[in-house]
């Protein structure tokens, strides 16, 4: 469900043990990586019944409400100043949430951000969240829990959203994300890779989010860093950004076609 993770999936890290029989299916041409879509009219800020207020990429201030309903739902303090990151997952080793909760430690001690988690799933790593909020209650919030309707109040209250995943065949939030203008922080892997463009101080026009490549909690500490500077320091660039990524079709209109080509070189076969 993505170009690159079709690549990946052609070495023994990503194939478990199929990467034999996927290179002599590639090499024949009969594998192919296409792109899921999301239900863009489920998220959409602009008609989004969930969220405090409703806004686009011509009027982004309706954000800087959904953010201080954010920061009241997760008992955060409510400052548009702080760059709040959020994180929506299940608690799995292929989500990388072990290599995030190492990680976000050295932010919280030394940075000025906020982050929100609404997980749940593995009792070693929701401990492991819980013993971080209890530390740091003023920057640090998590629900033990999946809820779809909270989850559209992080995607459009968060200002940057974390995926360090191990592998993502596709992932679907780094879009949900870029819909409501919630620039991903992704680990440069299968579709998060193919959706998501690293951020170009220089051309920040072209950029989407931010991307790491090294999967170590020191790796991603530095990219939450950089993230939050950019938040911080060049404002003008982050809209830029944000405007560029809201502005990107990840519709199933943009697939389907690409699923049609795929069935008429089926058909060809035969």
């Not at 906020?114 to 530390?135: D, M, T």
Request: charged letters at 25%; aromatic letters at 12%.
């Amino acid at each position: 469900v993505s170009p690159t993770h079709a690549m990946e999936i052609l070495s023994p890290a990503y194939g478990f043990n199929l990467d034999s029989s996927l290179r002599h299916r590639a090499a024949q041409g009969r594998l192919r990586g296409i792109l899921n879509g999301i239900d863009v009219k489920e998220w959409n800020p602009e008609t989004d019944e969930i969220i405090a207020a409703k806004y686009s990429s011509n009027s982004i201030e309706g954000k800087k409400i959904c953010k201080r309903e954010l920061q009241k739902r997760f008992s955060l303090p409510q400052r548009q100043d702080q760059p709040v990151f959020g994180l929506i997952s299940r608690l799995a080793y292929q989500k990388g949430i072990d290599i995030f909760a190492n990680a976000v430690d050295n932010v919280l001690m030394y940075d000025d951000a906020q982050f929100v988690v609404l997980a749940s799933g593995n009792p070693g790593l929701e401990w492991h969240l819980k013993s971080i909020a209890s530390r740091f209650p003023e920057k640090f919030s998590y629900i033990d829990s999946f809820d779809p309707e909270l989850s559209h109040v992080v995607e459009a209250g968060a200002d940057i959203f974390v995926m360090p995943s191990r592998y993502e065949p596709c992932g679907l939030n780094q879009m949900y994300s870029m819909r409501y203008g919630t620039l991903p922080l992704v680990r440069a892997t299968g579709g998060l890779h193919d959706t998501v463009a690293n951020y170009d101080a220089k051309n920040p026009s072209e950029s989407t989010g931010f991307k790491f490549w090294d999967l170590y909690p020191e790796s991603l500490t530095n990219s939450m860093r950089w993230a939050a500077s950019v938040y911080r320091s060049d404002k003008s660039g982050f809209r830029k950004a944000q405007i560029n990524a809201m502005s990107k079709d990840f519709s199933w209109n943009r697939t389907a076609g690409q699923y049609e080509d795929l069935y008429r070189a089926a058909l060809g076969r035969i």
